[in-house]
């Protein structure tokens, strides 16, 4: 296990990580022709859909071999309505590489893949790529990368030539060039330790001197934050590469520091040097802290021992013309094809029918796969993304992956009645692939909803229906997760439940206050964090305090009044939208020796808090985006106007290589339709990207009555 690296490629859409992820696969010689993103022939796009819109929308895993080590990659998407393929990559990840454009530097989705990764404490490096573009540069790339990921990056190349000129680079640890010949293929079949296609040769001496000057510079930073390598420097004012290299490992395994390289995936300039780096640098399964999990309430450890009780994590479910795959992260153990396993999730026995080593959409069968694996397995039938996979006799459930909250709905339905079951079908297979999708009927149209992550989530989930099971699907407009909060409450809500209909009765009676969260900020996260699956994916909004004395109100009573006011807050009354920013203290309440029970209380705890809210006044909170628009200088006005008649905030604006950009609070629900305007605004020259940032208040939904809001879920005006 030591010779196997598990590690994800992330970064924004368009920095290159396809392309880094086909030069790997071409240098190691997996694969023997490289593929295009603009030819659609890439291993990992393999998908019609990503081939056609040139973007990565499915998380797809190979495998390569290189300098003895097994590496299994995930090429993970870098569009923020495909964050959540990211957060499940990042799970079952030990380590990363951050890809970023020598030009733009740190862009949005960079920076909200960093912090996820950053939540899951995965070690990363950074490749700055695309230093053959005009108006790269690794020193801005790398101030940027410092200034909006606050880490310490330590740069390990210098670029030999620029732009156009780019051929090489000097490895700064031994102190040695790399030139790429015009038109080399590096393919290097994987050899040991050795960069084949690259020339190596002494540090050229029109670089010498600025090659000694970053050495230093790199020894410095490395001395501050490594302690051995700080006791060498001061002993003898340098560095040896050993201990240099060895400190690298270090600092990138605690993430105190982030090694960072350079080159151009494109014309195959770094990728050599850049897998070295993924061996000495990022961990394996063994340098990892053995994974936990918990049975029966108590937290347990399982090492990553191939001899140690089974345990995986299913991460991904893929349902295929040949059958359905399920993704595993083995963390502990070892499976044989056709042993059973127990699903702790669903809490029955599973059978393994086939283990597969998965390339894109090709796979080769294995006997076996042991701790550290990533594989692929068929034969599973209820198994979902986030469920643990054990030995039965040592059963234990692994956290499963957050799924982020929806915040884009479409309304579906079959244009012939005679679809609509294959509709059903369909939908709940798009739900079971992909967990941030949620098919719920509503309750009073009737109608089926489809929420997603955002307008081109939704896109391409319909489009899969369409193509995969040929379906002819009517899609309804777009309708955004709506909130409503409590503005001024109300003190001292009496609430009796008493129910009499022969036998036991229940009796219940309770006296609440509701008030404003004064903790509550409406612009709260919403993708991933700060949310409550337990009850509904809401945001955590919420605070429940008893100050009953006297034991008017028994302790248990007291949890099922707190459930109840949980269960009200699904549907508030303003529009029936989830309740949040609010605070419920039980103040007093009575029992019936006979009645009371716990679904009294429950009950009493919903309705009453039902009728607090009818008595409080409400406000309405809109979803809102940070939209980062790039257009040309001359179209920044139309740009600037567009966002303002969009009820847009505008937050910064920088000008970087001849292009404006904008940056901009927006609401979501303004924000429909808003790449073919933009587009038809710049000539086709503007791209935009949109990450939720949270809730604002909706217009005229401040003090005073709330705003009703309409039956499409839409705020009345």
């Known amino acids: 296990m030591s010779a196997v690296r598990n590690l994800g490629i992330l970064a924004h859409v368009d920095a290159g990580k396809t392309t880094v992820t086909e030069r790997i696969l071409y240098v190691t010689g997996t694969t023997h022709k490289r593929g295009e993103v603009h030819d659609g022939t890439t291993v990992t796009d393999f998908d019609s859909q990503e081939r056609d819109r040139g973007i990565t929308i499915f998380a797809a895993a ?117 030139v790429w010949a015009d038109g080399h293929d590096g393919c290097g079949g994987g050899a040991a330790g050795g960069e084949e296609g690259a020339e190596e040769g002494p540090v050229p001496e029109v670089l010498r001197e600025e090659a000694e000057r970053r050495r230093r510079v790199l020894e410095e930073a490395v001395a501050e934050l490594h302690p051995g390598a700080l006791e060498e420097f001061c002993a003898r004012s340098t560095l040896s590469a050993r201990t240099l290299a060895g400190a ?106 086939r283990i597969l080593r998965v390339q894109a959409d090709r796979h080769a069968q294995l006997d076996r796969a042991v701790a550290g694996d990533i594989v692929a397995v068929v034969g599973l039938k209820s198994a979902r993304a986030g469920s643990t996979l054990c030995a039965p006799g040592a059963p234990l459930v692994l956290e499963p992956p957050a799924t982020a909250e929806p915040v884009v709905s479409v309304a579906v339905e079959a244009r012939t009645s005679t679809d609509t079951d294959r509709l059903v079908a369909a939908l709940a297979r798009l739900v079971e692939e992909d967990p941030s999708l949620v098919v719920r009927t509503d309750d009073e149209t009737g109608q089926t909803v489809l929420s997603g992550m955002g307008e081109l989530h939704l896109e391409v989930a319909v489009e899969k229906i369409r193509r995969s099971q040929g379906l002819d699907v009517r899609v309804g407009r777009p309708k955004v997760a709506y909130r409503e909060t409590v503005v001024r409450g109300v003190a001292g809500l009496v609430y009796r439940h008493v129910k009499q209909d022969g036998g036991a009765g229940q009796y219940a009676h309770v006296v609440i206050d509701v008030e404003p969260l004064e903790s509550f900020e409406p612009l709260e996260p919403t993708a991933g964090e700060g949310t409550d699956r337990e009850h509904g994916g809401r945001a955590t909004g919420f605070e429940f305090r008893s100050v009953v004395v006297g034991g008017r109100v028994p302790q248990e009573y007291v949890r099922a009044v707190e459930a109840g006011c949980r269960d009200a807050l699904g549907e508030g009354p303003l529009g029936g939208h989830p309740v949040t920013g609010l605070r419920v203290v039980l103040r007093d309440g009575a029992t019936h020796a006979k009645d009371s029970s716990e679904m009294a209380f429950r009950t009493a705890g919903r309705f009453a808090l039902r009728e607090a809210l009818r008595a409080s006044t409400m406000a309405l909170l809109e979803p809102v985006v940070e939209v980062t628009v790039t257009a040309p200088d001359e179209a920044v006005g139309g740009v600037l106007g567009d966002l303002a008649a969009r009820r847009g905030r505008v937050t910064g604006s920088t000008t970087r290589a001849g292009a404006a950009i904008v940056t901009a609070t927006v609401p979501l629900a303004e924000l429909f339709g808003y790449a073919t305007r933009l587009r038809s605004r710049t000539q086709g020259r503007g791209v935009f990207t949109a990450r939720p940032i949270g809730y604002a208040p909706a217009p005229g939904s401040g003090p005073g009555p709330g705003p009703r809001s309409g039956r499409d879920g839409t705020p009345s005006r």
């Open 248 to 353: 690298l490992r270090d600092l990138t395994r605690t993430g105190d520091g982030v090694v960072v390289l350079c080159g151009s995936a494109y014309r195959n300039r770094g990728i050599e040097p850049l897998l070295d780096a993924v061996v000495a640098y990022l961990p394996s399964p063994l340098d990892v802290p053995a994974v936990r999990g918990t049975l029966d309430g108590a937290e347990q450890e399982r090492a990553a021992d191939p001899d140690a009780p089974f345990a995986a994590l299913a991460f991904k479910v893929n349902a295929t013309a040949t059958g359905r795959l399920t993704y595993l992260r083995v963390y502990s153990g070892t499976i044989r094809k056709g042993e059973t396993v127990w699903d702790a999730s669903a809490a029955r026995t599973e059978r393994i029918g």
């Open 62 to 178: 190979v495998s390569c071999a290189w300098d003895g080590h097994r590496i299994n990659l995930i090429d993970t998407p870098g569009h923020v309505d495909f964050s959540d393929e990211v957060v499940r990559s990042l799970r079952v990840l030990d380590g990363a590489v951050a890809v970023f454009d020598a030009v733009a530097g740190v862009e949005p989705q960079s920076e909200s893949v960093w912090r996820q990764a950053d939540r899951f404490g995965v070690p990363r490096i950074a490749f700055v790529n695309k230093l053959d573009r005009a108006g790269a540069d690794l020193d801005s790339a790398v101030a940027s990368i410092r200034e909006r990921l606050h880490p310490a990056p330590l740069v390990v190349q210098l670029p030999i030539g620029s732009e156009d000129g780019f051929r090489g680079v000097v490895d700064l640890v031994r102190m040695r060039a790399l």
